[in-house]
């Protein structure tokens, strides 16, 4: 949480609870592959929910993403993904995340909680760009954000791996987590 005497302004924000749009939001990742390149996938987001006060900084994420929905573009890779080598959708049909905190870094937003992948739970720092707010044609009030946090896998129990024969591995540890999201108001 923030310190109490901390508050900061956020120029179109609104007090309330925002629901994420799935229509307008997704979750992204990236991870090396063979040590040369990169494999990009998606899931989709099952909820997400921020309480809002009037102090920003005082703001609450609740989110849920469904495992099952992961999509790299390949659907054997997808499968594995979903396999106890790896998700173990079976047994771990979501990943969640909870907000800590939000604080300022530099000209920066950092909203802090903690991840829940595979059943473990670590702490995890999610750099935020506000991507500003607006209404749409139907009178929706809208907000728009970019998040981004790197992790490493291993640390959430994914940590199937093949060597390679020329050295390296298959699959990099560091995952790139990307979320653009859209988020409307909620009206009383």
Do not use: C
């Amino acid at each position: 949480m923030t310190d109490a005497t901390t508050t900061t302004t956020i120029p179109g924000y609104k007090a309330g609870t925002w629901v994420l749009d799935p229509s307008h939001s997704e979750v992204t990742f990236s991870v090396r592959h063979m040590m040369i390149s990169k494999v990009r996938g998606s899931f989709g987001v099952k909820s997400a929910t921020i309480t809002a006060p009037e102090n920003p900084l005082d703001a609450t994420v609740e989110a849920t993403v469904d495992v099952a929905s992961v999509d790299t573009n390949d659907d054997a890779r997808d499968t594995h993904l979903r396999s106890g080598d790896f998700f173990d959708v079976e047994n771990h049909p979501t990943m969640e995340f909870r907000s800590t905190g939000a604080r300022i870094a530099g000209e920066d937003f950092v909203v802090d909680g903690d991840l829940t992948i595979r059943g473990i739970t670590k702490p995890v720092s999610f750099d935020v760009e506000f991507g500003g707010f607006g209404t749409d044609p139907w009178g929706n009030y809208k907000a728009g954000a970019t998040a981004k946090t790197v992790i490493n896998r291993e640390d959430f129990g994914l940590t199937w791996n093949a060597a390679l024969e020329t050295g390296g591995v298959l699959v990099g540890k560091d995952i790139t987590i990307t979320l653009e999201l859209q988020g409307a108001l909620q009206q009383d």
